[in-house]
């Protein structure tokens, strides 16, 4: 419905905290840009990037200079334009005409060709002696309204709605993450990227092994620790004891929906690729339990450059990973990974089979332990 009907006042709503976001980011932008230059420099480098005409350069300068007088603008201007034959009435007229208060800002930006943002930030740096980037993005909130005017006032609802796909987006990434924290997700946000949806969360192994260890326990998130107790001189008049409170365990999960997760990661081990742990993990007196499920991932990490039609000019690898989640019987969970960093990775072509036959090496050491009331083996 917000999609379909151009009326709805939720539209606006949406487009506003698009405006904004956007504007945040375009500020944070330009702030690296110009935050460590001088004020020759930041105009040096502002100009530069400019296709230089006087009525442009006169726009720009005025926004940024706003103080200062004719005779200087008269200068600079003869200085930038050596070559032109303007003559200082007619630069004078430049100088009136392009006056801040001739224009809004996104009019003088407009005339200047320039992100209104960019002037503003730019003007900031001139008049503040002491910056700052909160300052100028908590100086700003009206100002990036005013910059994204025309998303209001233009007749393409084409344009409006994709910009409204892209809040709705970024809304539903963001719910996602709320639910995948709780989980044991240990990022402090979720790109919002068509990786991400496919599922190339970058994960860390810990937090894969939690997740294991909530869908073992049924749904229920405990703590994590390594130590249950200690025990001090036993049997002596100094004898301590020290165990742990009781444990607080949260619900995360329908205990439904843990079955359900538990059965399709068995399906993993029994039909799908993690098939090589059968011979080593499986119970001779009741073969069709499943004793061990998990997930295998294997992820080839590169940036590449595609050119128009789509062919990949050049590919470099950043780093090769593979990985396999698990449970383990009825108490065991864990995860193991292998990370192989840097531009080495592009000679290497190992997927999860490689931790599955590591895991299948560790079977005469993990079996025992499944056994009703063993211990670790040391």
């Known amino acids: 419905q917000l999609l379909k009907n151009d009326n709805d006042p939720r539209r606006d709503q949406y487009l506003r905290r698009f405006a904004d976001k956007e504007g945040v980011s375009f500020l944070q932008r330009f702030w690296r840009k110009y935050h460590r230059l001088t004020a020759e ?9 400019l296709r230089q005409t006087p009525d442009r350069l006169s726009a720009g300068y005025r926004f940024i200079y ?12 003869q200085q930038r334009f050596a070559d032109n034959p303007q003559t200082p009435a007619q630069w004078r007229q430049l100088y009136r005409k392009y006056a801040p208060s001739e224009f809004s800002l996104p009019d003088q930006a407009y005339l200047a060709r320039s992100h209104p943002l960019e002037l503003w930030l730019l003007g900031y740096l001139q008049q503040q002696p002491n910056p700052t980037l909160a300052e100028a993005i908590n100086l700003t909130a009206d100002v990036r309204q005013q910059a994204y005017q025309w998303l209001f006032r233009t007749q393409s609802r084409s344009a409006r709605d994709n910009r409204i796909r892209t809040m709705l987006e970024i809304e539903a990434f963001w719910d996602i993450h709320q639910r995948w924290q709780r989980l044991g997700y240990p990022f402090e946000y979720l790109v919002p990227s068509l990786a991400t949806a496919l599922g190339s969360s970058g994960d860390r192994p810990a937090a894969l092994a939690e997740l294991m260890g909530i869908i073992q326990n049924g749904g229920r998130r405990l703590p994590m620790f390594r130590i249950e107790g200690l025990h001090f001189a036993a049997d002596t008049p100094y004898e301590v004891q020290v165990a742990r409170t009781e444990l607080q365990q949260e619900r995360v999960m329908l205990p439904e929906v843990a079955q359900v997760l538990r059965e399709s990661l068995a399906g993993v081990v029994q039909q799908g690729t993690g098939r090589r742990l059968q011979a080593n993990f499986s119970q001779p007196l009741a073969p069709d339990i499943a004793l061990i499920g998990g997930k295998t991932g294997t992820g080839d990490n590169r940036i590449s450059t595609v050119n128009s039609r789509g062919q990949t000019v050049t590919s470099r690898a950043l780093n090769r990973t593979a990985t396999f989640a698990f449970y383990l019987g009825d108490r065991h969970f864990g995860v193991i990974s292998v990370y192989l960093p840097g531009n080495a990775a592009e000679d290497y072509f190992f997927t999860s089979a490689l931790p599955l036959q590591v895991l299948n090496g560790m079977a005469p050491l993990l079996m025992p332990v499944l056994k009703p009331q063993a211990g670790c083996p040391l």
């Open 66 to 77: 706003p103080e200062v007088g004719e005779a200087e603008f008269i200068r600079f201007m």
């Open 41 to 49: 420099q930041r105009l040096e480098v502002f100009l530069n990037g």
